[in-house]
T-cell receptor
Framework: QKEVEQDPGPLSVPEGAIVSLNCTYS??????FMWYRQYSRKGPELLMY????GNKEDGRFTAQVDKSSKYISLFIRDSQPSDSATYLC???????????FGSGTKLNVKP | DTGVSQDPRHKITKRGQNVTFRCDPI?????LYWYRQTLGQGPEFLTY????????KSRLLSDRFSAERPKGSFSTLEIQRTEQGDSAMYLC???????????????FGEGSRLTVL
């Protein structure tokens, strides 16, 4: 069993739609939760990072963590064509020795 | 440019040859990670360094793989006797951990793509 499982894509939505991306993880020892965005042929870049359960908002992006169900989500409001990329969830223990990544969800936002 | 740089960006080699990748992290970052990413998958952890010390290696890192970070600056990842299954993107990332404070941000390079024929 992988440490983190991510809903597979691809996901295709019209511009302006609300996008929901989801992951589940297996071990409550994981304390840090991140979302990375990866454009084609580029390295991932951090979008959002959270530690506690609840919501964290940054502009059009909201990260949600439910530690009781080991479920993490990223919501994108008013999606734009420039949001088209692969989104990777990532988790880590508090020592940050390893980051475990989901398999990624490829998002396409159509103009 | 003060980001993470990797070299070469793309390497094509024949099975059985040795290859070496280099990573130059952001200068003040004391942690350096190597990940491998295959098509349609997320990055998989290979190894990480705290300064010059290699503190953890994945079981994915067979004895054909070796990584070094002399003097705690740049790092190299060498693959000996390459196999077709080694074809992947090799990503380097750096981060800074000071006084137990960490933001959870890995700064990735653009990767070194390996194709083994």
């Amino acid at each position: 069993q992988k440490e983190v499982e991510q809903d597979p894509g691809p996901l295709s939505v019209p511009e302006g739609a609300i996008v929901s991306l989801n992951c589940t993880y297996s071990n409550s020892a994981f304390q840090y939760f991140m979302w990375y965005r990866q454009y084609s042929r580029k390295g991932p870049e951090l979008l959002m990072y959270t530690y506690s359960s609840g919501n964290k908002e940054d502009g059009r992006f909201t990260a949600q963590v439910d530690k009781s169900s080991k479920y993490i989500s990223l919501f994108i409001r008013d999606s734009q064509p420039s949001d088209s990329a692969t989104y990777l969830c990532a988790i880590s223990r508090d020592n940050f020795n390893k980051f475990y990544f989901g398999s990624g969800t490829k998002l396409n936002v159509k103009p | 440019d003060t980001g993470v740089s990797q070299d070469p960006r793309h390497k094509i080699t024949k099975r059985g040859q040795n290859v070496t990748f280099r990573c130059d992290p952001i200068s003040e970052h004391n942690r350096l990670y190597w990940y491998r990413q295959t098509l349609g998958q997320g990055p998989e952890f290979l190894t990480y360094f705290q300064n010059e010390a290699q503190l953890e290696k994945s079981r994915l890192l067979s004895d054909r793989f070796s990584a070094e970070r002399p003097k705690g600056s740049f790092s190299t990842l060498e693959i000996q006797r390459t196999e077709q299954g080694d074809s992947a993107m090799y990503l380097c990332a750096s981060s800074i951990l000071q006084g137990g404070m960490f933001t959870g941000e890995l700064f990735f390079g653009e990767g070194s793509r390996l194709t083994v024929l």
